[in-house]
């Protein structure tokens, strides 16, 4: 019995992981945002990956407490994206500032280091 409420929240946590993920990069919104002097962040993300989620959700929070920040996301599988940002796994969280890439992290979901990388970007 242990094992099959063990089973059933595995496969109801993964379903919740999914279902907050989407893509909402667009070249369109990315480059206006850019050009808006805008820090940009930029995370990809797979289906099925709890560190994605975890990811995510600090970015989130991250987005309602700081000003001036547009957040995109995409799945790491469209690589068209994944090319166009030189991103070849989930997790990947990239900033930009001015038009330049200035932070890079793979697999990073510590708010502390999260905020801290936004911060600095600043």
Known sequence: ???????IYCIFAFSLNVAAKETTYNKVDFDKALSEGKLVVVSSWIKYCTS????MKVLNKAINEFDNIKYFAFD?????????????YQTTLLIF??????????????KDLIYKA?????
């Open 1 to 7: 019995m242990k094992k099959i409420l063990i089973l």
């Open 52 to 55: 994605c989620a975890s990811q």
């Open 97 to 110: 500032k001015d038009g330049n890439e200035v932070y890079r992290s793979i697999g990073e979901t510590s």
């Open 76 to 88: 790491v599988t469209n690589k068209e994206i994944a090319n166009l940002f030189n991103v070849k």
């Open 118 to 122: 936004i911060k600095s970007s600043i």
